[in-house]
């Protein structure tokens, strides 16, 4: 199938600071990518849809300006969390499509990355 | 998006085939039901996907049943490494747009010795 991959892993920094979380699909084409987040115990929360060229589009209780999401490319998009805050610590994941041209979308599978552990002090 | 509901949580030994029901009584005529597994601290793996009757791959079985309100992921001879969270998704496949998956509680299976 598919990969996907996060980067980094995982991540501890202090209150207050921005971190970036980079999320690549290897060997196909991802128009579309989509960022979740989940803490402990919980199941995946839905937090945006990552559009390449375009605005990102965000659940209903995200704040769009806290949680930056680019997708400048076709296999690249980038969630920031800006001013992070320990409530921000969680699991990020984040999943993609393939939609390589000439595939087909017979099964429109998302695959997801292994996710990226946010700590914040 | 339909919604599905799973029990929370199931117990089985090795060796034993698990299933596990999925209930999804609004799903919709272009929806696709697909099966996710996840191991704590990792990303949900596909698993398994179906529109409809039965389906097999090399890791499970999904059964559908006519009225497609409901569905079985059929795991077979599970083995302690299949203790993890399984997730029954209804979606919609349209093409030019996007399937979005809202997850729900999930079942967490654990195999024992």
């Known amino acids: 199938g598919a990969v996907v991959s996060q980067h980094p892993s995982w991540v501890i920094c202090k209150s207050g600071t921005s971190v970036k979380i980079e999320c690549r699909s290897l060997?196909?084409?991802?128009?579309?990518m989509f960022w979740y987040r989940q803490f402990p115990k919980q199941s995946l929360m839905l937090m945006a849809t990552?559009?390449?060229?375009?605005?990102?589009?965000?659940e209903q209780g995200v704040e769009k300006d806290k949680f930056l999401i680019n997708h400048a490319s076709l296999t690249l998009s980038t969630l920031t969390v800006t001013s992070a805050h320990p409530e921000d610590s969680s699991f990020y994941i984040c999943?993609?499509?393939?939609?390589?041209?000439?595939?087909?979308?017979?099964?429109?599978?998302?695959?997801f990355g292994p996710g990226t552990r946010l700590t914040v002090l | 998006l339909a919604k599905t509901t799973q029990p929370i949580s199931m117990d089985s030994y090795e060796g034993q085939e698990v299933n596990i029901t999925c209930s999804h009584n609004?799903?919709?005529?272009?929806?696709?039901i697909t099966w996710y597994q996840q191991f704590p601290s990792q990303g949900p793996r596909f698993i398994i996907q179906?529109?409809?009757t039965k389906v097999t791959n090399e890791v499970a079985s999904l059964f559908i049943p006519a009225d497609r309100k409901s569905s079985t992921l059929s795991l077979p001879r599970v083995s302690l490494s299949d203790t993890a969270v399984y997730y029954c998704?209804?979606?919609?496949?349209?093409?030019?747009?996007?399937?979005?998956?809202?997850f729900g509680a999930g079942t967490r299976l654990a195999v024992h010795p």
């Open positions: 179906g529109y409809k």
């Open positions: 999943s993609a499509r393939d939609q390589t041209p000439g595939r087909g979308t017979s099964t429109d599978t998302q695959y």
């Open positions: 990552s559009n390449e060229g375009s605005k990102a589009t965000y």
């Open positions: 060997d196909f084409q991802a128009t579309t």
């Open positions: 998704l209804v979606g919609v496949r349209f093409s030019g747009g996007y399937n979005k998956l809202i």
């Open positions: 609004n799903i919709a005529t272009n929806d696709y």
